[in-house]
């Protein structure tokens, strides 16, 4: 989770790759449980589509973006579930992994 955040860190200034101006601020990070998934999402500047497709790869990771989330998906994937990469609702990006049991809403 820490190394999400760094990363969404990384990836969030007043500009954009293009020179393009964001809505600047602080980043957040939310980590969310919901009854069969749980997510973490950011209001980062989220993930192009075509960068999407080989974002969990291991070609890709060792070209581009480092070794994290090719090692997350291959832990994902040891235990049976599933990772996919979103839009978050803010606009930056969402990993959520699901098929797992989770204790839905209720932490009690």
């Known amino acids: 989770m820490i190394c999400s955040a760094r990363n969404a860190n990384s990836y969030t200034s007043d500009c954009l790759p293009d020179g ?5 601020g602080t980043l957040t990070v939310d980590v969310r449980v919901t009854e069969s998934a749980f997510y973490v999402a950011d209001n980062g500047i989220g993930i192009p589509d075509e960068r999407r497709k080989r974002l969990f790869d291991l070609e890709y990771a060792d070209s581009d973006a480092g070794y994290g989330l090719y090692i997350v998906s291959t832990l994902v994937e040891a235990h049976g579930w599933d990772i996919s990469v979103t839009d978050s609702d803010s606009g930056g990006a969402r990993f959520e992994i699901s098929g797992v049991e989770t204790p839905g809403t209720d932490c009690s």
């Open 20 to 24: 393009s101006e964001t809505a600047a």
